[in-house]
Antibody, heavy 120, light 113 residues
Framework: QVHLVESGGGVVQPGRSLRLFCAAS????????IHWVRQAPGKGLEWVAV????????RYADSVKGRFTISRDNSEKTTYMQMNSLRAEDTAVYYC?????????????WGQGTLVTVSS | EIVMTQSPATLSVSPGERATLSCRAS????????????LAWYQQKPGQAPRLLIY???ARATGIPARFSGSGSGTNFTLTITSLQSEDFAVYYC?????????FGQGTRLEIK
């Protein structure tokens, strides 16, 4: 059974950094791209970033480009999101989501999400 | 970027009836390849993560009941839910994956009439 568990969320001041984690189990992690998708309170879904199955390629939404970095460790079956220079508008639940293959760009399994609150 | 617009924002339907949700793209999301129709639909219930319902415009994800169906092409897409069950009342999002960046519609809330 596919299982994705996010962690690392919390309350952080504007301009500070936070690192999110997404631990995977129940599937061959190294065969799948992994995405981060966020949802601001009471709002819709916004795609944030993706990393390819082997970590060789990344893509970002313009809203986070240059501030967020996605990475992965296939030996640990974990994906990371380093978030720097955080802004109030980054406040959201952050979900990691599995790509059904190496790079299809839709999401067939989701974690339960971790809440990031950027506030002074 | 491709802007996805869903309508209506809220849809009120009685259990057992049919619901038709619309999603319009600001430009065509079809490619020249017949199999390459890059549109998905998700269901989200309060306090839960989204769940994949439909991919490739019309293919049901694993475990999704046959009462959910997707259709459309070019810029206009539809999610149809026949014989609505109580567990179907939720928010539904469409998503295009034809071009970067990946974008979602703003969602349609399906509520009990």
């Amino acid at each position: 059974q596919v299982h994705l568990v996010e962690s690392g969320g919390g309350v952080v001041q504007p301009g500070r950094s936070l690192r999110l984690f997404c631990a995977a189990s129940g599937f061959t992690f190294s065969n799948h791209a992994i995405h981060w998708v966020r949802q601001a309170p009471g709002k819709g879904l916004e795609w944030v970033a993706v990393i390819s199955y082997d970590g060789s390629e990344e893509r970002y939404a313009d809203s986070v480009k240059g501030r967020f970095t996605i990475s992965r460790d296939n030996s640990e079956k974990t994906t990371y999101m380093q978030m720097n220079s955080l802004r109030a508008e980054d406040t959201a639940v952050y979900y990691c989501a599995r790509d059904p293959s190496s790079w299809y760009n839709y999401f067939d399994s989701w974690g339960q999400g971790t809440l990031v609150t950027v506030s002074s | 970027e491709i802007v996805m617009t869903q309508s209506p924002a809220t849809l009120s339907v009685s259990p057992g009836e049919r619901a038709t949700l619309s999603c319009r793209a600001s430009q065509s999301i079809n490619s020249n390849l017949a199999w390459d129709n890059n549109l998905a639909w998700y269901q989200q219930k309060p306090g839960q993560a989204p769940r994949l319902l439909i991919y490739g415009v019309s293919a049901r994800a694993t475990g999704i009941p046959a009462r959910f169906s997707g259709s459309g092409s070019g810029t206009n897409f539809t999610l149809t839910i026949t014989s609505l069950q109580s567990e179907d009342f939720a928010v539904y999002y469409c998503q295009q994956y034809s071009e970067w960046p990946i974008t979602f519609g703003q969602g349609t809330r399906l509520e009990i009439k």
